[in-house]
């Protein structure tokens, strides 16, 4: 890793935003993998299987594996099936995962705070990122719970990007994620815009899971609860 000799501490990035840098240990990031890859591999030949997304833009970069809702294109929207096939369910483990890194989180900031009792994960979208893969800036609008994002990386370093929420303008908050680390955004930073403009190639730990590349697993609440 890139940033070994530099101290990583806990920090409230701006009001809404925090960074818990090394909070999933390496064995478990490694399990988390394999577990993911097992879910992938069942849903091979089927309309929910991992892939990469063709947006009204063009085709992203990412490969996107769905647990709970599928994040559908064109129109944007929330799906339970497709195809005749039931999305998987989010393992109790994940979302546990999730609900702790927000408790984490949550004494950071206060916004996060407000909803870190009550937040009950029902989707979790995990992104695949080959090598020098990024991911644009974006807003993530189609929930209906204001309920904070948790997002976990494992594998290669990323550059994760916030802005503003009016548009994809600076100023903006840039924050390095290593393996293992979690970035929780939420409150007035609910609906910023936010991407991954710059990977790290072959900067992921050994013992993570991946033997290149990186995914993140974006933990989110679609229904208000």
């Given at each position: 890793m890139?940033?070994?000799?530099?101290p990583r501490?806990?920090?409230?990035?701006t009001p809404?935003?925090?960074?818990?840098?090394?909070?999933?240990?390496l064995?478990?990031?490694a399990?988390?993998?394999?577990?993911?890859?097992d879910v992938?591999?069942?849903?091979v030949?089927?309309?929910?299987?991992?892939?990469?997304?063709?947006?009204?833009?063009?085709?992203?970069?990412?490969f996107?594996l769905?647990?709970?809702?599928m994040?559908?294109?064109n129109p944007?929207r929330?799906v339970?099936?497709?195809?005749?096939h039931?999305v998987?369910?989010?393992?109790?483990?994940?979302v546990?995962?999730?609900t702790?890194?927000?408790a984490?989180?949550?004494?950071?900031?206060?916004?996060l705070?407000?909803?870190?009792?009550?937040?009950?994960p029902?989707?979790?979208?995990?992104?695949?990122?080959?090598p020098?893969?990024?991911?644009?800036?974006?807003?993530?609008?189609n929930?209906?719970s204001p309920a904070?994002?948790?997002?976990?990386?494992?594998?290669?370093e990323a550059?994760f990007?916030?802005?503003?929420t009016?548009?994809?303008?600076?100023p903006?908050?840039?924050?390095?994620?290593?393996?293992?680390?979690?970035?929780?955004f939420?409150?007035?930073?609910r609906?910023a815009?936010?991407?991954?403009?710059?990977?790290?190639?072959?900067t992921?730990p050994e013992?993570?899971g991946?033997?290149e590349?990186?995914?993140?697993?974006?933990f989110?609440?679609?229904e208000?609860?």
């Open positions: 890139l940033f070994d000799a530099l501490d806990n920090t409230q990035v809404g935003v925090v960074h818990l840098p090394n909070w999933l240990p064995e478990q990031q399990r988390i993998v394999g577990q993911l890859r992938a591999r069942e849903l030949g089927t309309p929910l299987e991992m892939r990469r997304p063709q947006l009204k833009s063009g085709q992203m970069q990412v996107m769905h647990l709970g809702r994040w559908a294109t944007y929330y339970t099936s497709l195809g005749g039931t998987p369910p989010i393992p109790d483990n994940l546990e995962l999730a702790s890194a927000l984490s989180a949550a004494l950071y900031d206060e916004s705070a407000r909803s870190a009792a009550s937040f009950s029902d989707m979790a979208l995990v992104n695949y990122y080959p020098g893969a990024t991911m644009g800036l974006h807003q993530d609008l929930e209906a904070p994002i948790v997002s976990l990386s494992i594998g290669d550059l990007r916030i802005g503003s009016e548009n994809r303008n600076k903006w908050d840039d924050v390095t994620l290593a393996s293992g680390d979690v970035i929780v939420g409150g007035p930073k609906l815009f936010h991407g991954v403009p710059k990977t790290r190639p072959g992921l013992g993570c991946l033997a590349g990186r995914i993140n697993v974006t989110r609440q679609v208000v609860g």
